[in-house]
């Protein structure tokens, strides 16, 4: 019996740590800007690193210190990393950067941090003259090229979400795998006696 109830201990033990990365809760590792730090540079994007895979579902949003919301663009989720444009150029001052995201253990996580902006005037009016010039060159692209590029953008979305769903089935597979080689060594271990 003493032999048993050890085969058991131990099989509970390996599944638990072996599937904790499953249950364990998605958290941000770190960001870009970082939390609380000051911007002296303009800022073209955004991106929050984080401890687990999340699902592409994910939503950010930027506001600042007078709860204006800034428009962000092509939010884009690659595994654990979640990136996103700032569409304008910032204002000195402080902002506020909040997200909900879902972990590969299905729960839903929200959280935000906040940093501050800090450019000199000179450098702000340079960015807004490049914004202009760039603005007029991405007029110039015809409907059949922004049809081409939305396809693309669709195929990459496609192929993540199927590389992320085979991980994560990977993974369930894996420890089923182990539990049901725990049962059958623990069946053996029973008819020896």
Request: aromatic letters at 6%; zero cysteines; proline letters at 3%.
């Amino acid at each position: 019996m003493k032999k048993l109830t050890g085969a058991f201990a131990f099989v509970v033990l390996l599944f638990a740590f072996s599937a904790s990365p499953v249950f364990a809760h998605t958290h941000l590792d770190t960001s870009d800007p970082e939390e609380d730090s000051t911007v002296t540079d303009t800022l073209d994007d955004i991106t929050l690193y984080f401890e687990t895979v999340i699902e592409d579902s994910a939503v950010m949003e930027l506001h600042a210190e007078d709860g204006t919301e800034i428009a962000l663009d092509n939010l884009t989720v690659n595994e654990d990393e979640f990136s996103a444009d700032v569409t304008e150029p910032l204002e000195n001052g402080t902002y506020t950067l909040s997200w909900d995201i879902i972990g590969v253990d299905g729960h839903p996580m929200e959280d935000s941090i906040s940093f501050e902006v800090d450019i000199e005037e000179s450098a702000v009016e340079e960015e807004e003259d490049t914004n202009t010039a760039e603005d007029e060159e991405n007029t110039a692209d015809t409907p059949e090229e922004q049809a081409d590029e939305n396809e693309a953008a669709a195929e990459n979305n496609v192929q993540e979400e199927a590389a992320d769903d085979t991980n994560s089935n990977t993974l369930l597979i894996a420890v089923l795998v182990i539990a049901i080689v725990a049962v059958i060594a623990i069946v053996l271990l029973k008819r020896k006696k």
